[in-house]
């Protein structure tokens, strides 16, 4: 083994504990800290693999299986340093479980919470007030939003998070619910299903049992079976910049920008989207996409599936 006039070099350890935490300390003869220092190492992939699909949206795909990758040699620094402080301790002179509860306690809080923290940043967790989008997501519904969606990057069918407008000082509250309109747009309702706009739309049977589907260009979404026609909104609205149009799925019982324009209030500005909603996971029940079937796939009309 490499030494240094006869004691452990510390170059050498150095570079055992970059290869592999716990080397290092092993190196030493200090087979407590090393132990704790490579099961910390090994604490850092598995939190990021426990919330992978977050981190993943956070991220990107490619991000995500670097950090995976990477994620051994995050706590490498801090093991270095600490061979570093510690090179002259008297290894008996130390009780074993000290260094243990030294490395378990600082390496382990630092890797969970960058294993945390790098989605959260980007990934913000919000709760369905309101029936208003059924048969997508129902009260109680935990939503997953992307923080980072930009103004240019907002699409007709988003389900995004709004901020509600209200009188100053007012407490903050929010609302979910699916653009149907971008600036420029003209939007007008016949019963409850979109009935104008730039964007080729159509509309056909799919989404549970008696429901149907609403698509504008490749973007299907599904609408609960179809009641009395109370909120028509039959006046063509042009959406002016910076404005949004945007809309329940549960097209009768939902405050939207229909519902605003009715009070003779602006619809939803741009500015008052908080973020897209990535994914959502009802009460006891596992994380899944926006808008696809029970196979998981993006819903589709047919061409025989009754388009109209």
Request: a neutral charge.
């Amino acid at each position: 083994m490499l030494t240094d006039h006869g004691r452990p070099s510390r170059l050498w350890a150095a570079i055992l504990a970059i290869v592999c935490p716990g080397l290092g300390h092993r190196y030493l003869g200090r087979p407590f800290v090393a132990f704790a220092t490579a099961g910390v190492a090994l604490l850092l992939p598995a939190l990021v693999l426990f919330q992978f699909a977050q981190v993943v949206v956070a991220v990107g795909p490619k991000s995500a299986y670097l950090m995976l990758f990477l994620a051994p040699g995050m706590i490498a620094t801090p093991s270095v340093i600490d061979l570093f402080t510690r090179w002259d301790d008297d290894q008996d002179e130390v009780a074993p479980f000290l260094p243990l509860l030294l490395h378990a306690g600082l390496f382990g809080v630092a890797a969970a919470a960058l294993a945390l923290a790098v989605p959260s940043y980007f990934v913000e967790r919000y709760v369905v007030p309101s029936t208003s989008m059924l048969p997508l997501l129902r009260p109680g519904d935990e939503l997953h939003v992307d923080r980072r969606t930009a103004v240019g990057d907002l699409r007709r069918g988003d389900v995004v998070v709004l901020r509600e407008p209200g009188p100053p000082g007012a407490k903050e509250s929010f609302l979910v619910k699916r653009i149907v309109g971008l600036p420029g747009d003209t939007i007008a309702f016949v019963g409850q299903e979109l009935a104008e706009s730039p964007r080729k739309i159509s509309h056909c049977l799919g989404g549970g049992t008696g429901g149907r589907l609403e698509c504008i260009d490749d973007r299907c979404w599904a609408l609960p079976a179809p009641t009395a026609e109370i909120s028509a909104f039959r006046t063509a609205y042009e959406v002016a910049p910076p404005q949004l149009f945007v809309a329940g799925d549960l097209r009768d019982n939902s405050a939207d920008s229909r519902a605003r324009l009715r009070l003779g209030l602006p619809p939803f500005a741009v500015g008052d989207v908080v973020g897209r909603v990535i994914a959502h996971r009802a009460k006891e029940g596992e994380l899944a996409a926006i808008d696809v079937d029970a196979a998981g796939e993006p819903y589709r009309c047919s061409p025989t599936a009754n388009a109209k």
